[in-house]
């Protein structure tokens, strides 16, 4: 089979999600030296009060991450729930 072309990043998404890529397993190329490049980040800088802070480290503690990682994550938790 042969891999159509996609209008867009969304259709071939749409395209991905329903069909397997070993049905078109000849229609791909062998390459080498592929890079991944994660977006880049920006930093945010935020002053909570000591109490704040420490309880962060606790629960970060608790789950087995660095504080910021915590704290990111349920950034990203709260505007994902806060999307829907």
Not at 29 to 35: A, I
Not at 56 to 70: D, I, N, Q, V, W
């Amino acid at each position: 089979m042969k891999v159509p072309k996609f209008k867009n990043i969304r259709e071939e998404r749409e395209f991905w999600a329903t069909h397997d890529s070993t049905d078109y397993h000849d229609d791909f190329e062998v390459t080498k030296n592929v890079v991944f490049v994660r977006p880049k980040k920006e930093v945010l800088s935020l002053r909570l009060e000591p109490k704040i802070i420490q309880k962060l480290k606790e629960r970060a503690e608790k789950e087995g991450l660095p504080p910021t990682s915590y704290a990111r994550m349920l950034i990203i938790k709260g505007m994902r729930e806060g999307a829907a």
